[in-house]
């Protein structure tokens, strides 16, 4: 069984949004995070919540346009994305956080990842 399953990418417009939706099998307990993978470049965190979900964090490029909520009852962690750029083009991956710091935006994910979900922006 996958422990992490992503779905609602597609292809937007500039501008535009989209509401990303994992499920997850287990690591309800842990601090959950959104990553991304832009072609040809290294996997980054976007997002981070905090296991009670009373904190979010983002990456600064993200920062007014994303939002990061967790449903524990549902085990599901989403994303929703505004104002979609260009730059947001990737393949969105969650997962959970072993291990992270509240004094910057990182975090140590498991190593199993789901296929993620595509998103392309583009006009």
């Known amino acids: 069984q996958d422990e992490f399953v992503e779905s609602g990418g597609g292809l937007v417009q500039p501008g535009e949004s989209l509401t990303l939706s994992c499920e997850l099998s287990?690591?309800?307990?842990?601090?959950l995070a959104w990553f991304r993978r832009a072609p040809g470049q290294e996997r980054e965190m976007v997002a981070r919540i905090t296991e009670t979900g009373g904190r979010a964090d983002y990456k600064e490029s993200v920062k007014g346009r994303f939002t990061i909520s967790r449903d524990d009852a549902k085990n599901t962690v989403t994303l929703q994305m505004n104002r979609l750029k260009a730059e947001d083009t990737a393949v969105y991956y969650c997962?959970?956080?072993?291990?992270?710091?509240?004094?910057?935006?990182?975090?140590?994910?498991?190593?199993?990842w789901g296929q993620g979900t595509q998103v392309v922006v583009c006009a």
């Open positions: 287990g690591h309800s307990t842990l601090a």
């Open positions: 997962n959970a956080l072993s291990f992270y710091t509240s004094f910057e935006f990182s975090g140590v994910p498991f190593d199993s």
